[in-house]
């Protein structure tokens, strides 16, 4: 369970990141990024011996948190060049095509940026199932506790997220929720 949570984490920045620019994550994305993260957990943890033996942890964290970064850096450029307020002014028609608008006019994630974001987590979770492996903890048990905790942690920082938003600091929430997924990206390749 400790593996579950520990390696979810990361997660609850994502969410948080994604909350604080009013980006809905809805339930069959949570759902897709936790599948990916559990498969993925569950690989590395079964087979870890042998994926030790060709990608090191070091290498699988650098190719996650570089996604991450990229993610970050792109919400960041985003809100300093106005793409956010042009949105405001394009066709709905249009919109539709790059967007999907719920009833309220919230931004969804879209399921390009699930499955990128989904790739890149599942990446992270390859470093901490091979030293699971390693271990010989439970394959089944642990992959388990990786996908819920991944669809706790993801709802709970979009939640806060979007309570943030609310107030003064959602007038710089892309920019500040840039910053967190950057943070994330470097802490996941430093680690």
Request: with cysteine; hydrophobic share 45%; proline share 2%.
């Amino acid at each position: 369970m400790g593996i579950g949570l520990a390696s979810n984490l990361d997660n609850l920045g994502i969410g948080f990141s994604f909350g604080t620019r009013s980006i809905k994550i809805p339930i069959r994305s949570n759902l897709l990024i936790a599948a990916l993260s559990t498969l993925s957990a569950y690989i590395s943890i079964t087979c870890g011996h042998f994926i030790a033996t060709y990608t090191s942890p070091t290498f699988a964290n650098a190719i996650g948190g570089g996604m991450i970064m990229a993610i970050g850096l792109w919400a960041i450029i985003k809100s300093l060049t106005g793409v956010n307020r042009k949105k405001a002014s394009i066709d709905p028609a249009k919109l539709q095509k790059s967007y999907k608008a719920d009833h309220d006019g919230d931004i969804i994630i879209t399921w390009k940026e699930t499955w990128t974001l989904g790739f890149a987590l599942s990446i992270n979770c390859i470093a901490s199932g091979l030293g699971a492996g390693a271990t010989g903890v439970s394959a089944w048990g642990t992959t388990i506790s990786v996908g819920a905790f991944s669809i706790i942690t993801i709802a709970l920082g979009s939640h806060l997220g979007q309570q943030i938003s609310n107030t003064v600091l959602g007038r710089y929430s892309n920019v500040i929720g840039g910053v967190i997924l950057i943070c994330i990206g470097i802490y996941e390749i430093v680690n």
